[in-house]
Nanobody, 124 residues
Framework: QVQLVESGGGLVQTGGSLRLSCIASGVSLNRSRVGWFRQAPGKEREFIAATSWNDLTTFYADSVKGRFTISRDNSRNTVYLQMNSLKPEDAAVYCC?????????????????WGQGTQVTVSS
């Protein structure tokens, strides 16, 4: 069974940093597009960042561009989200997601697997 488990969330002051980790089991990330999303109470899920299966292309939401960095370690089947210069509006539950890539297939933006999320709280 495929499982994505996030960790690294917690309480941080405005301007601080956190590094989130997402460990995958049951699926290899070395041929998967991976991404991070967040959702705050009463708000819709928001795309944060993604990287293509070969890390040749990365995408960031305007709200986090220049502050957050997505990366991966395929040997550990893990994806990371480095978050710097955190703001109160960054507070949310952060989830990772993975999409299996089929060679030659049409581009898509959907994801196949999702984690349950880790809470990030930013204090003033």
């Amino acid at each position: 069974q495929v499982q994505l488990v996030e960790s690294g969330g917690g309480l941080v002051q405005t301007g601080g940093s956190l590094r989130l980790s997402c460990i995958a089991s049951g699926v290899s990330l070395n041929r998967s597009r991976v991404g991070w999303f967040r959702q705050a109470p009463g708000k819709e899920r928001e795309f944060i960042a993604a990287t293509s299966w070969n890390d040749l292309t990365t995408f960031y939401a305007d709200s986090v561009k220049g502050r957050f960095t997505i990366s991966r370690d395929n040997s550990r089947n893990t994806v990371y989200l480095q978050m710097n210069s955190l703001k109160p509006e960054d507070a949310a539950v952060y989830c990772c997601a993975a999409a299996l890539v089929v060679p030659g297939a049409t581009r898509r933006s959907t994801y196949d697997y999702w984690g349950q999320g880790t809470q990030v709280t930013v204090s003033s």
